[in-house]
């Protein structure tokens, strides 16, 4: 587990490969680009500036227990 600020800090520095948002909790897991494993708790539900940050730098994003929102149009 790391914490949310670090994960961002990885997000910048194109090290994170794949975050699954549970909306729910507000729990990302995912993988970074070494092949580790991650878990992290953010903001719930996501903010959009922190999502687009992520695709921004190469991060394959997806959510789970998700209700119809602004999420499903991208």
């Not at 587990?1 to 909790?25: E, M, P, R």
């Not at 708790?41 to 789970?64: I, K, L, R, Y």
């Amino acid at each position: 587990s790391i914490g949310w600020s670090q994960f961002l800090q990885k997000v910048n520095t194109k090290q994170v490969a794949t975050a699954q948002v549970d909306n729910t909790t507000g729990t990302v897991t995912g993988k970074l680009t070494s092949g580790e494993s991650y878990t992290t708790t953010g903001p719930h539900p996501a903010f959009d500036t922190e999502v687009s940050e992520m695709q921004s730098n190469g991060v394959t994003v997806t959510f789970e227990n998700s209700s119809p929102s602004q999420w499903g149009s991208r």
